[in-house]
């Protein structure tokens, strides 16, 4: 312990500009850690299906392009949604051949969107009429809202998902545009 302030180590000296260059060295890198989180940000926004404002509007393009409507019911900071959204319906929703067989919409429970009749909706109420009551669930709807496919609930086998979804999304195609 120190006694007098004569006793106390001077803190060393750095040269002339030593300074400045260490704290510039300091705030680049904390720029380029910043820079990095942002582009994983938007590396993992371009990985969701559209988030539906509008169900009338999703109907109507649905409806042109004789698709069915997959609508990806979501919770916030569920790791199995983030998943889901991440390792399939992302991915599905951009390739051409998938996107052109359906309409990918995810609803975050939490959200307030147009119904499918053009009024306000709380998505909670609509994912109740559909029987949704466990994330995430995949529901296949045709332009009305009416289901076209048993729902597929949760994520529990990783290793059938991507068959599971599949199937769903062929049963109501088939019924959205027989051939």
Excluded: W
């Amino acid at each position: 312990m120190f006694t007098k302030a004569s006793q106390m180590p001077r803190p060393a000296r750095l040269p002339n500009g030593l300074l400045s260059r260490s704290i510039l060295a300091c705030a680049l890198s904390l720029a380029t850690l910043l820079a990095g989180a942002l582009h994983q940000q938007a590396a993992l926004a371009e990985e969701a299906p559209a988030i539906s404002r509008d169900l009338r509007a999703d109907a109507r393009l649905a409806a042109q392009k004789r698709q069915p409507i997959l609508l990806f019911f979501s919770l916030a900071d569920c790791p199995f949604c983030a998943r889901v959204r991440r390792e399939y319906l992302g991915p599905m929703s951009r390739e051409p051949e998938q996107a052109a067989r359906a309409l990918y919409r995810e609803i975050p429970i939490e959200a307030t969107l147009t119904g499918f009749d053009g009024t306000p909706l709380a998505a909670r109420d609509l994912a109740a009429t559909l029987g949704v009551k466990f994330f995430p669930t995949v529901v296949m709807v045709d332009g009305k809202g009416q289901p076209l496919a048993a729902p597929l609930v949760g994520f529990s086998v990783p290793d059938f998902y991507g068959a599971y979804l599949e199937d769903r999304i062929a049963t109501a195609v088939q019924k959205t545009n027989p051939r």
